[in-house]
């Protein structure tokens, strides 16, 4: 057993899901109240329609000075067997509207293009939904895609769709979950997320072990990495279990993150499989 003939039993295609990564980034930023937003929002639903058992759009505004945010959370069912304890598949839709750590202060009002940091952890997912179209899980898997993580500038206006989405919860919001951002990166290194570990030790445990087991050994090492404000923490205050996998090292010195330089040519269809091998395998081991 081993090498490449356990290799090509995965199913999982790095290449397709990095399609949906270039194709999230052509919509343009996905800032909330612009055109790139609702396009890619539209095409999220369409594409997940044919592949999901049921796909809702949870629709709500953020009142902003004198405005309001139009946002979306998406919503994907597959039902699987109901006695069962079913999995959360998360990643966030949407993209910074500032450049912020651009060296250049004229740049810093520019929206990021969101390769690594919104499209990547989408575009996992996307391929997921066709392998869970393909082969049914035998567990309920529920996939939301969350709007408004990166709004900001500050953290008080973050996580807006995972907020809402935990005030809003589903009564079949499964229990355990994964999170995925920022997963994209060529030079992909996922230590454990350090509130993760504390929220979620049973499913950090299980999805680096099967890392472990499918050869991902570098991409997820098993050291516990800085802690990280993310959409998990509102999930953790309703008690989900839930762990971000995330590679908050984007570049030389982190200078990618934040900048106009997260543009797909710093992704690879290969950390997308890598990351889709594990997490698929951590779905079909739900029986
Ligand atoms: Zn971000």
């Given at each position: 057993?081993?090498?490449?003939?356990?290799?090509?039993?995965?199913?999982?295609?790095?290449?397709?899901?990095?399609?949906?990564?270039e194709?999230?980034?052509?919509?343009g930023?996905?800032?909330?109240n612009?055109?790139?937003?609702?396009?890619?929002?539209?095409?999220?639903?369409?594409?997940?329609?044919?592949?999901?058992?049921?796909?809702?759009r949870?629709?709500?505004?953020?009142?902003?000075?004198?405005?309001?945010?139009?946002?979306?959370?998406i919503?994907?069912?597959?039902?699987?067997?109901?006695?069962?304890?079913?999995?959360?598949?998360?990643?966030?839709?949407?993209?910074?509207?500032?450049?912020?750590?651009?060296?250049?202060?004229?740049?810093?009002?520019?929206?990021?293009p969101?390769?690594?940091?919104?499209?990547?952890?989408?575009?996992?997912?996307?391929e997921?939904?066709?392998?869970?179209?393909?082969?049914?899980?035998?567990?309920?898997?529920?996939?939301?895609?969350?709007?408004?993580?990166?709004y900001?500038?500050?953290?008080?206006?973050?996580?807006?769709g995972?907020?809402?989405?935990?005030?809003h919860?589903?009564?079949?919001?499964?229990?355990?979950?994964?999170?995925l951002?920022?997963?994209?990166?060529?030079?992909?290194?996922?230590?454990?997320?350090?509130?993760?570990?504390?929220?979620?030790?049973?499913?950090?445990?299980?999805?680096?072990?099967?890392?472990?087991?499918?050869?991902?050994?570098?991409?997820?090492?098993?050291?516990?990495?800085?802690?990280?404000?993310?959409?998990?923490?509102?999930?953790?205050?309703?008690?989900?279990?839930?762990?971000?996998?995330?590679?908050?090292?984007?570049g030389?010195?982190?200078?990618?993150?934040?900048?106009l330089?997260?543009?797909?040519?710093?992704?690879?269809?290969?950390?997308?499989?890598?990351?889709?091998?594990?997490v698929?395998?951590?779905?079909?081991?739900?029986?």
């Amino acid at each position: 057993m081993g090498g490449p003939q356990t290799e090509a039993r995965r199913p999982f295609d790095g290449r397709l899901a990095f399609r949906h990564l270039e194709r999230q980034v052509q919509f343009g930023p996905r800032v909330p109240n612009t055109a790139g937003h609702r396009d890619c929002r539209d095409y999220l639903v369409e594409t997940l329609r044919p592949l999901a058992q049921r796909v809702e759009r949870q629709d709500f505004t953020y009142p902003l000075g004198g405005d309001s945010l139009q946002m979306s959370n998406i919503v994907a069912r597959w039902t699987g067997q109901r006695s069962l304890p079913g999995v959360l598949l998360c990643a966030h839709w949407d993209t910074r509207p500032t450049a912020d750590y651009e060296r250049d202060p004229a740049r810093r009002r520019t929206p990021i293009p969101g390769a690594n940091d919104g499209a990547s952890g989408v575009a996992v997912l996307l391929e997921v939904a066709r392998l869970l179209k393909s082969s049914p899980p035998t567990a309920p898997v529920m996939i939301v895609f969350f709007d408004g993580e990166d709004y900001g500038p500050g953290l008080d206006r973050m996580f807006l769709g995972a907020r809402y989405f935990a005030d809003h919860l589903p009564a079949d919001v499964p229990r355990r979950g994964v999170l995925l951002d920022m997963i994209g990166d060529k030079n992909l290194r996922i230590p454990q997320e350090a509130n993760s570990r504390a929220a979620a030790p049973t499913v950090m445990k299980e999805v680096y072990a099967i890392a472990a087991r499918l050869g991902y050994g570098s991409q997820f090492p098993a050291r516990t990495g800085p802690a990280i404000e993310d959409d998990h923490i509102p999930l953790h205050g309703k008690g989900l279990q839930v762990i971000d996998l995330i590679d908050f090292d984007y570049g030389p010195g982190h200078n990618w993150w934040h900048t106009l330089q997260d543009t797909p040519d710093k992704c690879s269809p290969n950390s997308l499989k890598a990351v889709g091998d594990v997490v698929l395998e951590w779905v079909r081991g739900r029986r």
